[in-house]
């Protein structure tokens, strides 16, 4: 993953971070501290985002090879 876009919505103390990876179009979203720096919530949404891509390519393997989940 070269990129990823990020939104970040404060809403009182807390944070919404949306990451989205612009080649797939797939999109996560977490709630952090308001408190907690921009880096911090940037990469938690972003290794969120990691996961579910790599969960999806997973999925992707193994319906190609016919298994079953």
Do not use: C, H, N, W
Request: glycine share 6%; no cysteine; aromatic share 4%.
């Amino acid at each position: 993953m070269s990129e990823v876009l990020f939104e970040m919505q404060y809403v009182g103390r807390v944070v919404r971070v949306t990451a989205i990876d612009p080649a797939t179009g797939i999109e996560v979203v977490s709630v952090g501290d308001a408190e907690r720096s921009v880096a911090a919530l940037k990469r938690l949404a972003a290794r969120k985002l990691m996961y579910v891509l790599k969960r999806r390519a997973e999925q992707s393997a193994r319906k190609e090879r016919g298994e079953t989940a």
